[in-house]
């Protein structure tokens, strides 16, 4: 009976192993499953849409681009050939025909381009979020209009991964034409404002480019979830391990023995540490920390480089060029909502009346914004013990703020108010009860959090004396936009 027993023992023992690994893949496949079920199903329709308008947006700028760099190397090669007629056909004839021959392909959306690099980080994210479920074996039980969008949106992140790739490709050929210009057109006198133009140009693009990129990260509320169920799976996790950019860039997706390979000569952390404290020798316990804090100094300052000069192989290319951050922003993301209050002095401590207003801004400049905006006067009583709203005006506004030093702005604008009391809408045109302000003061914003700023604005009005009754000259206004 003993030998029994023990065989079976044995046999338990090495079975075990495999009955976990079997248990542990189903423990995963429930969670797939489940991950698909609550999968929000408007995450396929905000990823397939994004990438559709994205890529729209960067086929269109693209070809204005190379248009606008065909028409002036045009221009170009008219005014040298009035000069040396071979030097022209040497140096825009073929430049021309290749410019051509991208705008072609760009607009026939012929992948007739070297594809190489990447398009975004989060881009990367998207495409690998959407294979992995289209790879994964659950999706096969689901609806074919499911599997159908799953596809479709792949497909279409992939396009877009592509024709990043292609945008990348123009930037490298236009940086290299840019330069070559430079030195062809170094003996020849009058082309300093076209070379001008056509590095604006070339930063422009970059800048552009580097905008959509940025605005990929925008993720919707169906993004984010989706990203965070899928972020609990050890599947997907290793997934990424093996398919995300950073595995590509090492190999990692080998596996074994040759990601070991492909990792060998980089120095590990403990091996940077032990070097530095070689090098710091006796200098005392502190040198550590002072390396440190050097080093996230020199980081904050490139960081803060590479922000002013993001798409410049050199910024001496371009000495006297200021570049406007704002011309890379749509007219939407240049506006700017918001709102303020305003109370009326009292001789009490209960406010008469209270200016609520809302306003937009068109941020022109980094550094300046213009707008207009609307109030309504609310009127509250006399005291605690009459609390009593009415109508007691409405006023139309119009406003400058400038940048002058950190937070601080100057402020300055125009209004027109209307400072009765009125019952019906058809009062207002009475323009006997209109009078105008003129105001200049200053503001300090703060941050309240990532979307929500706040303001304060203490404003001095010029006109106070021609208003009847008088009011104060001193307004102070607390507000907020986004």
């Not at 140096?91 to 690099?117: C, Q, R, W, Y």
């Not at 140009?201 to 970059?206: A, L, N, P, S, V």
């Not at 009127?379 to 030093?405: A, C, P, Y």
Request: glycine share 8%; with cysteine.
């Amino acid at each position: 009976m003993y030998p029994n027993y023990m065989a079976l023992l044995m046999l338990l023992l090495y079975l075990s192993p495999v009955c976990a690994q079997d248990s542990s893949l189903i423990k995963d496949n429930q969670r797939l499953d489940s991950v698909i079920q609550h999968l929000p199903t408007k995450y396929l329709d905000q990823t397939a849409g994004k990438a559709r308008r994205m890529q729209q947006r960067v086929d269109q700028y693209s070809l204005k681009t190379l248009n606008r760099l065909q028409k002036q190397e045009t221009g170009m090669r008219a005014k040298l050939a009035k000069i040396d007629s071979v030097a022209a056909n040497n140096i825009f004839n073929h430049s021309i025909d290749s410019l051509g021959a991208l705008n072609a392909k760009f607009k026939g959306k012929v992948s007739g381009l070297a594809l190489s690099g990447s398009g975004t980080g989060y881009l990367d994210t998207l495409q690998n979020s959407l294979s992995f479920l289209n790879n994964a074996k659950s999706i096969a039980g689901q609806s074919k209009a499911l599997q159908d969008k799953l596809s479709g949106s792949l497909k279409n992140v992939q396009d877009l991964q592509a024709r990043f790739q292609q945008a990348d490709q123009i930037k490298a050929y236009i940086r290299s034409r840019r330069q070559q210009l430079k030195e062809q057109l170094a003996q020849y006198t009058g082309f300093a404002d076209d070379l001008k133009k056509y590095n604006k140009e070339t930063y422009y693009y970059g800048q552009q480019l580097r905008e959509y990129k940025e605005l990929l990260k925008d993720k919707k509320k169906a993004e984010t979830k989706a990203l965070e169920l899928l972020k609990r799976l050890p599947a997907y996790n290793d997934f990424l391990s093996k398919h995300s950019q950073l595995a590509g860039l090492f190999n990692l997706s080998a596996g074994g023995n040759d990601v070991a390979q492909s990792l060998a000569g980089l120095q590990t952390r403990s091996q940077v540490e032990q070097l530095i404290q070689q090098r710091l020798g006796g200098s005392g316990p502190d040198a550590r920390a002072a390396v440190s804090q050097q080093m996230s100094q020199a980081r904050e300052q490139f960081d803060e480089l590479k922000k002013k000069f993001p798409d410049l192989d050199n910024a001496a290319d371009m000495p006297n060029f200021k570049p406007n951050e704002m011309k890379t922003k749509s007219f939407l993301q240049r506006l700017e909502f918001g709102g303020n209050m305003q109370f009326a002095r009292s001789t009490q401590f209960y406010p008469t009346t209270s200016d609520i207003a809302g306003q937009v801004a068109y941020k022109f400049h980094k550094n300046g914004t213009a707008g207009m905006g609307a109030a309504y006067k609310l009127g509250m009583g006399t005291g605690f013990d009459n609390i009593r709203f009415s109508h007691q005006g409405v006023g139309l506004r119009s406003f400058l703020d400038w940048k002058l030093k950190g937070s601080i702005f100057v402020n300055g604008g125009f209004e027109e108010n209307y400072i009765a009391s009125f019952q019906n809408s058809a009062q207002l045109y009475n323009i006997d009860n209109w009078q105008g302000s003129a105001l200049v003061g200053i503001s300090k914003k703060y941050k309240i959090n990532s979307k929500l700023k706040g303001n304060i604005i203490l404003l001095y009005d010029f006109l106070y004396n021609q208003h009847i009754p008088r009011t104060d000259p001193v307004k102070l206004r607390l507000g907020y936009n986004f």
